[in-house]
Structure formats: structure tokens, C-alpha cells
């Protein structure tokens, strides 16, 4: 999940990383209120799930009322991104001395997390990513041993920042990292990091994705998820309870396992065709489970077949088979299914589709991934 930039401030200030004070608000008259009780000059910020704010004339400076009335005014409804602003995050100005850009995320690669360090924050990042990528400083950090202060302190002088403020930066960079791995997220990014003019470092900016499989230990996110962007079929696939997430091709994906979902995903790509969603109904799922996934796939205006590959282990064939003619019964699908149907109890889940009747234009079975990618893109294709 993504936080907007308030949002991640609120979730920088619990692990003691120094924002600006502010407030969120959703009208004109909310943010002169708020920016005569942060104090003038404020800065007005666009709250959108897109980065470029400051480009796109979603970050305005104001030092009266009046000022914000007409930026605010502005901003509320500016499209940014395809994102339409409706919440503005009013703060306090900060005087500038420096811009630096700091993040970490996982390489799944390295299977260690990377943290990037540079002096040339601010809005041109990735131009310098680009042009002058060794202006980035890289580390990879075991998570087993985290991240040392020794190790903070050389990486902090090989990104050559400003030496009166290697003290500072360590202290910030720690407590990151600390948000980052504690706070359960996938991506911590401050981009401008600050060196205000009485040499504080601070955090003027935030980007923040939330690991979604931590939800359980973190009841606070629900104030996160209120405002969170998700598409119609996500949505649908949430009010069911699915592992959903909704892609641009047109061959809809139900598989059991992320495993085997990906492979799924992958065999469909090599074979020429283009996935809708990533849908995995897990380990043990019965016919509820099935009929509510063909459900949400069926409500995709793009989907022209789907390839249903399930390889029951805790998943059982009839039950598979049961939530499919339990699915038919209720919605009629707009795509073919393919299936490809192995492991537990597959012949007795043949037996039960065999049985119901459905004919080959609604329903084909193959023994193989390989064969069933090839029918479901050749379908996926008007073929
Ligand atoms: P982004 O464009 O979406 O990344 O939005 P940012 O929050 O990073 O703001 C863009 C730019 O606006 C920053 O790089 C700063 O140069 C400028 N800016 C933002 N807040 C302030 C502030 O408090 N004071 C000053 N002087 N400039 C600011
Ligand atoms: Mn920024």
C-alpha cells in the first residue's frame, strides 16, 4: 500500500525522524485555518498517489492568507498524473540550504535491502539517475546483520555530502532504516532530504510503500487504507478476500500458490499472450473461493480468456471443479475458460466438469501448462 505524503510523515515522526509540522485538509477555508495555525510562510501541498507534484504545480509557497486561498484554490482538482488532487497537506516552510535524495527498498536480486544516497536531490533525481548515476551512493545491507552505524557513517562520506552535516545525516539514516525494516515497508524514500539553513537535517518530502502482508500486525493502518487508490476489480477482489492484482493484458489468471501464480503468469508471457491480474486463491480453497474468483475476473472489461492452473497439493481437484459449475450457474462468463487441473484429486475434478455438461466453448481442459497457455492466449486472441 502507498501512503500519501502526510501520511508517510506521520509514519516518519513515530521512529523520530524531524518533519515539518502541518495539516491535512480537503477545502480552501480548511487550509487558511490550518496555515494560520502552522504560521506563515506555509507550503501547499498536493496529496496524490504520483510523484512530480512540484512540476506540476502541486507545491506552492504562501506567506498570507490570501496566498494560500489562491493556491489552494488551484491546486484542489488539478490532475497530476492522472490523480485528482482532492486532499492538500498544508506545512510550514522550510528555509533551504541543501537538497539530498535518500532511500531504501529490497533488491530481491541481491536478496539484501539498497540504500541510494546522493548530494543531487531534489527535483531532477531521476535525470541524475541518467546522467550521473555515480552521484548515488549504493549500499546493500544484510538484513540479518541491519544497518551498522559504522557502515551508515562510510556510506554517509562516500555520497560526499556536506561534512558539517555527516553527524546529522547518520542520525536521520539510522532511524530510516529502523522505519523502513520495523515499519513493515517495502520502500522508504525522502526526496529532497534537507539540510536546513541552521544546518538541521530533515525530511521535506515523503514516499512510502507499506508491506501488505504485515497488515495483520498493524491496526493503525486502517487510517492508511481509507484513502488508498484501488481500481474497481481490486476492489471486488477485496470485499472477497482474494490475493488480487490487476494487470493490463487480457488472458485472466486464477492459479493456487503466488508460486505457481507467477510461473502462470510468466508461461502466459512466453507464449505471446499479455495477463489481466495476478490472482492466487491460496492453498485449500474450496468451490466459494473458485466461483468468487472467476467473479471478479469476469467483471474485467479486458478479459478475453481465462486460464485457470491449479496444482492441488492442499487443494483438491473436485472442489476446483465444484466452484467453477458453482460459478457457471451463477454469473455468465463474457471469456472461454482453459484449465489445466493436477495433483489432488484432478480425476475426480475432471469427472465433476465432465459430468456438468459444459460445453467446449465455455470450457476446455488440457494436461499441461504449456498446452493450456498456448489455448487460452490463442483464445485470449480470437483464435
Ligand atoms: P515532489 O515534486 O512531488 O517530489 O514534491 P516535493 O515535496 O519534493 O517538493 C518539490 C520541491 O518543492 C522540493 O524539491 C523543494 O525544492 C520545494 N519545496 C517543498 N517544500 C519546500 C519548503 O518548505 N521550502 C522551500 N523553500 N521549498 C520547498
Ligand atoms: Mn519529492
Not at 305 to 318: H, K, L, M, Q, V
Not at 371 to 376: G, I, T
Request: aromatic share 6%; charged share 25%.
Amino acid at each position: 500500500m502507498d501512503l500519501l505524503e502526510y501520511q508517510g510523515k506521520q509514519f516518519f515522526a513515530q521512529f523520530g525522524i524531524p518533519v515539518s509540522d502541518g495539516r491535512p485538509v480537503t477545502t480552501v477555508d480548511e487550509a487558511v485555518a490550518a496555515a494560520e495555525a502552522v504560521g506563515y510562510p506555509v507550503v501547499v501541498k498536493a496529496q496524490v498517489h504520483a510523484g512530480g507534484r512540484g512540476k506540476a504545480g502541486g507545491v506552492k509557497l504562501a506567506n498570507n492568507a490570501d496566498e494560500v486561498r489562491e493556491h489552494a484554490g488551484n491546486i484542489l482538482g488539478l490532475d497530476i498524473s492522472g490523480h485528482i488532487t482532492r486532499i492538500l497537506w498544508i506545512e510550514i516552510a522550510s528555509d533551504i540550504s541543501e537538497e539530498y535524495y535518500v532511500s531504501f527498498t529490497l533488491d530481491r536480486s541481491a536478496k539484501k535491502h539498497l540504500g541510494m544516497l546522493s548530494k543531487e536531490g531534489g527535483v531532477e533525481i531521476e535525470q541524475v539517475a541518467v546522467e550521473n548515476p555515480d552521484a548515488i551512493a549504493k549500499i546493500w545491507i544484510d538484513p540479518v546483520d541491519g544497518l551498522t552505524e559504522a557502515v551508515c557513517r562510510e556510506w554517509v562520506l562516500a555520497a560526499n555530502l556536506n561534512p558539517s552535516v555527516t553527524d546529522g545525516a547518520v542520525a536521520l539514516l539510522l532511524k530510516l532504516y529502523t522505519a523502513y525494516t520495523d515499519g513493515d515497508a517495502d520502500l522508504a524514500e525522502i526526496n529532497p532530504l534537507i539540510v536546513k539553513t541552521d544546518g538541521k537535517v530533515h525530511a521535506l518530502d515523503a514516499k512510502v510503500s507499506l508491506d501488505d502482508n504485515a497488515d495483520f500486525r498493524h491496526p493503525e493502518w486502517a487510517e492508511y487504507r481509507a484513502t488508498e487508490e484501488l481500481d474497481s476489480r481490486e476492489q471486488l477482489a477485496r470485499t472477497h478476500g482474494l490475493q488480487y492484482i490487476g494487470l493490463d493484458g487480457t488472458v485472466g489468471i486464477i492459479a493456487n500458490g503466488a508460486g505457481l501464480a507467477m510461473s502462470t503468469l510468466d508461461v502466459v508471457n512466453q507464449v505471446g499472450g499479455t495477463a489481466a491480474n495476478f490472482l492466487d486463491i491460496g492453498g485449500g480453497a474450496n468451490a466459494d473461493v473458485m466461483a468468487a474468483a472467476l467473479e471478479v475476473i469476469n467483471f474485467d472489461e479486458k478479459v478475453t480468456s481465462i486460464f485457470i492452473n491449479i496444482f492441488g497439493g492442499i487443494t483438491r481437484g473436485e472442489e476446483v471443479a465444484k466452484g467453477i459449475v458453482e460459478a457457471l450457474s451463477r454469473v455468465t462468463l463474457k471469456a472461454p475458460i482453459v484449465i489445466r487441473l493436477d495433483g489432488t484429486n484432478a480425476e475426480e475434478g475432471r469427472k465433476i466438469l465432465a459430468d456438468a455438461g459444459i460445453p467446449e466453448s465455455t470450457l476446455i481442459s488440457k494436461p499441461t501448462m504449456l498446452e493450456a497457455a498456448h489455448a487460452a492466449v490463442a483464445l485470449s486472441k480470437g483464435k
